[in-house]
């Protein structure tokens, strides 16, 4: 059975720092690639980030370029963002998400696996 557990949600203050990390079981971690959504309060569930799983490529968000960073540690089964200078309207619940094909997560905004979230809230 695939786990995805993501951990490391809070609350951070406007232009604060946060990391969330995604732990995986049951899963060939090393042969998916993974990817971050995030959904705020009364709005739909949007791409964040996503990264190849060699970690060799990584894609963004235009909301979140040269503030969040996403990288991997296969032999962990981990996943990780780092989120700095956080904006109120990052504030969502970050969901982490495993599939095969990068571009499918990036683009289409679909995933074969899903994390049940950890909430990020930054406060003005």
């Known amino acids: 059975q695939v786990q995805l557990v993501e951990s490391g949600g809070g609350l951070v203050q406007a232009g604060g720092s946060l990391r969330v990390s995604c732990a995986s079981s049951?899963?060939?971690?090393?042969?998916?690639?993974m990817g971050w959504f995030r959904q705020a309060p009364g709005k739909e569930r949007e791409f964040v980030a996503a990264i190849t799983w060699n970690g060799a490529n990584t894609y963004y968000a235009d909301s979140v370029k040269g503030r969040f960073t996403i990288s991997r540690d296969n032999a962990k089964n981990t996943v990780y963002l780092q989120m700095n200078s956080l904006r109120p309207e990052d504030t969502a619940v970050y969901y982490c998400?495993?599939?095969?094909?990068?571009?499918?997560?990036?683009?289409?905004?679909?995933?074969?696996?899903w994390g049940k979230g950890t909430l990020v809230t930054a406060s003005s």
């Open positions: 998400a495993a599939h095969t094909i990068v571009r499918t997560m990036a683009n289409l905004g679909r995933a074969d696996y």
């Open positions: 049951g899963l060939t971690f090393s042969t998916y690639a």
